[in-house]
């Protein structure tokens, strides 16, 4: 069974810092990782996804992650906080596409002025 | 591209009621659905998987005779809460997939039980 850890139920950074939320994850099988955001009152936003390939995934709102199989680990990064970027945040794992997603308890990220 | 849609994005009824949610894949055929809940400040917890044209699979735990979904299109899902009680108060959001692999999520419907 697949599993997703989020380090930090909530994490606090300057605007303009760097932003670094952590994901770790369990699979016995190569996985798809995913990267979604959610905004008060709404649905899921997918940011990212690593399915096969290139390592460095980039994806929208200057949002990049990493996935380092040695690690277990999927990090979210962005290089320059904005006020637009506080929400909560969810790494998912599937270990068939898009078919059942877990995810982790969520990171919820605040941009302090 | 891969626009969801939910109706009615929040709905107030008494308890002993029933209440139907629809989900729309609007630009894309959606081959499969899913349906999550998340209550206040929590993750989402899959609810059922469903396949266009079948039944619906349920997660262990769920009630199939008070979450009731039908499928019955590649761009339509529906889920009805039967008899709704306030403790099925919470927030529903569904997903649609089609020929990819990702999972894209409407906005949610937010239902209250009086």
């Known amino acids: 069974a697949q599993s997703v850890t989020q380090l930090g139920s909530h994490v606090s950074v300057s605007e303009g810092a760097l932003v670094l939320l952590r994901c770790n994850y369990s699979?016995?099988?190569?996985?798809?990782l995913f990267w979604y955001v959610q905004y008060p009152n709404q649905g899921l936003q997918l940011l990212l996804k690593y399915t096969t390939g290139a390592t460095l995934v980039k994806g929208i709102n200057g949002f990049e992650a990493e996935f380092k199989k040695s690690e277990t680990s999927f990090h979210l990064t962005k290089p320059s906080a904005h006020m637009s970027d506080a929400a909560e945040y969810f790494c998912?794992?599937?270990?068939?596409?898009?078919?059942?997603?877990?995810f982790g308890q969520g990171t919820r990220l605040t941009i302090n002025p | 591209g891969a626009v969801v849609s939910q109706h009615p994005s929040w709905v107030i009824c008494k308890s002993g009621t029933s209440v139907k949610i629809e989900c729309r894949s609007l630009?894309?055929?959606?081959?499969?659905m899913f349906w999550y809940r998340q209550f206040p400040k929590q993750s989402l917890m899959l609810m059922a998987t469903?396949?266009?044209?079948?039944?619906?699979?349920?997660e262990q735990g769920v009630e199939k005779d008070k979450f009731l979904i039908n499928h019955a299109s590649l761009t339509l899902s529906t889920l009805t809460v039967t008899s709704a009680h306030p403790e099925d108060s919470s927030f529903y959001i569904c997903?649609?997939?089609?020929?990819?692999?990702?999972?894209?999520f409407g906005p949610g419907t937010r239902l209250t039980v009086l």
């Open positions: 997903s649609a997939s089609g020929w990819t692999d990702t999972q894209y």
């Open positions: 699979s016995s099988v190569p996985p798809y």
């Open positions: 469903s396949n266009e044209g079948s039944k619906a699979t349920y």
């Open positions: 998912a794992v599937s270990t068939q596409g898009a078919q059942k997603l877990v």
């Open positions: 630009d894309f055929q959606a081959t499969t």
